[in-house]
């Protein structure tokens, strides 16, 4: 047993060997990961990019870069294109769009890519007539358009908003389950 304490002894003495090149850690390249809130999203509005899952294996300090690959028209506006997280505005537009995004990670010297895919779609435009409060509407499934959206009335009114006596009253979206009018 003696021999054996002499033995670990010796190795914790002994001279510390030089680090060889092979010993260090190589640099290796970040991993980015892109991630939006909203894949999908109708009429003008926002999103936020996030490349926050993104890492270092090295744990080095990492840049970012996002800019817009497709289409080349339009184009959406990044706020702030340098940063972690982002908001991305989109205008108005004719037709269905499918922008794809690229968020660049650099550690300094390596660098990983990552996209993120956005569908853009085109607000349907209103086919009812426009809400009017001093108008009485007599018969149920009245179509009228209202803050955006089109609503169908239920039964007999006048002077009750869409929207503003909740999911149960007189107006409900067209589409929803609750629309007796579908």
């Known amino acids: 047993m003696e021999e054996r304490v002499n033995q670990v002894l010796q190795r914790l003495n002994a001279e510390p060997k030089p680090l060889s090149a092979r ?10 990961v892109a991630t939006s809130n909203l894949y999908e999203l109708t009429g003008a509005g926002s999103i936020s990019l996030s490349g926050a899952q993104s890492r ?14 497709s289409p080349s028209s339009p184009l959406a506006d990044i706020a702030s294109p340098t940063t972690e997280e982002t908001t991305v ?6 037709a269905d769009t499918t922008y794809r995004f690229l ?3 650099k550690d300094g010297s390596l660098f990983d ?14 086919t009812g007539e426009m809400w009017d409060r001093s108008k009485t509407y007599a018969s149920p499934c009245h179509r009228v358009s209202w803050n955006g959206d089109e609503w169908d009335n239920q039964w007999w009114t006048s002077g009750n908003e869409p929207g503003a006596d909740g999911t149960w009253g ?11 009018c579908n």
Not at 89 to 94: D, K, S
Not at 170 to 180: D, E, F, L
Request: net charge neutral; no cysteine.
């Open 103 to 105: 968020l660049t990670v």
């Open 89 to 94: 505005r989109f205008a108005e537009i004719a």
């Open 56 to 69: 270092d294996p090295n744990g080095d300090l990492l840049t970012f870069e996002w800019k817009q690959l």
């Open 23 to 32: 010993s260090l850690q190589e640099n290796q390249p970040p991993i980015a």
């Open 170 to 180: 007189v107006w409900r979206k067209v589409g929803s389950t609750n629309n007796q």
């Open 113 to 126: 890519t990552s996209e993120v895919v956005v569908v853009q779609k085109a607000k349907v435009a209103s």
